[in-house]
């Protein structure tokens, strides 16, 4: 396996228009997260999905993003009428369930997907 | 937001020195995991220490964990070089299923 892709790795968009990005998580992993980074700052937490299922979402998470993991294998994440505001580091993240014997298991992150928004 | 607080917020040294960077946190946690980034690449796990862990060594690193200040440190011996990279520390709430609260995080230069 060779870890968790993420596509693209660049997007430049204007403002106003939608766009949409893609995690590949560990192949036997049912955690996947998002996360958010802006220069100087941490990862911040937008929403997790175990299996199929959206379990939680940020505040961070507005109503112009969502976030689908349809078949509990990849997810995407999307921004609709993006604003400049949005220009970031998008981070996927998976791993296996805390709750499973021998847990909790770290967080394998992808490399990311760089927005600007113009 | 932005659970995690490292300390210092920059630190340089020579290769072969030790690194020691602090952590601050503010609720109670399952545990809190250390990951490194490089410009450029994404993040990458170091070490990960259970709430009734004390200390952990991984090769050259060296974390420990002290609940009751809430505070962690992960300490590099012997740096190199190549561990010029930027240090986070990373909470979980305890009801937040397990996502990640990331601190601001040490960026660390080391000079040949």
């Known amino acids: 396996d060779t870890g968790v892709s993420q596509d693209p790795r660049h997007k430049i968009t204007k403002r106003g228009q939608n766009v949409t990005f893609r995690c590949d998580p560990i192949?036997?992993?049912?955690?996947l997260y998002w996360y958010r980074q802006t220069l100087g700052q941490g990862p911040e937490f937008l929403t997790y999905?175990?299996?199929?299922?959206?379990?939680?979402k940020s505040r961070l998470l507005s109503d112009r993003f969502s976030a689908e993991r349809p078949k509990g294998s990849f997810s995407t994440l999307e921004i609709q009428r993006t604003e400049q505001g949005d220009s970031a580091m998008y981070l996927c993240?998976?791993?296996?369930?805390?709750?499973?014997?021998?847990?909790?298991?770290?967080?394998?992150f992808g490399p990311g997907t760089r927005l600007t928004v113009t | 937001s932005q659970q995690g607080e490292e300390d210092p917020q920059a630190l340089s040294i020579q290769e072969g020195e030790n690194a020691t960077m602090n952590c601050s946190y503010k609720t109670s946690i399952n545990n809190l995991q250390w990951y490194r980034q490089n410009s450029g690449r994404g993040l990458v796990h170091l070490i990960l220490i259970r709430s009734n862990e004390r200390e952990k060594h991984s090769g050259r690193l060296r974390v420990t964990l002290d609940t009751s200040k809430k505070s962690s440190s992960l300490l590099i011996t012997a740096s190199r070089a190549a561990d010029t990279a930027s240090y986070f520390c990373a909470t979980d709430a305890t009801n937040s299923g397990y996502a990640l609260n990331f601190g601001k995080g040490t960026s660390l230069l080391v000079t040949p």
């Open positions: 192949s036997e992993h049912n955690r």
């Open positions: 999905f175990q299996n199929e299922a959206q379990l939680e």
């Open positions: 993240a998976s791993s296996y369930p805390p709750g499973l014997a021998g847990g909790p298991y770290e967080q394998y």
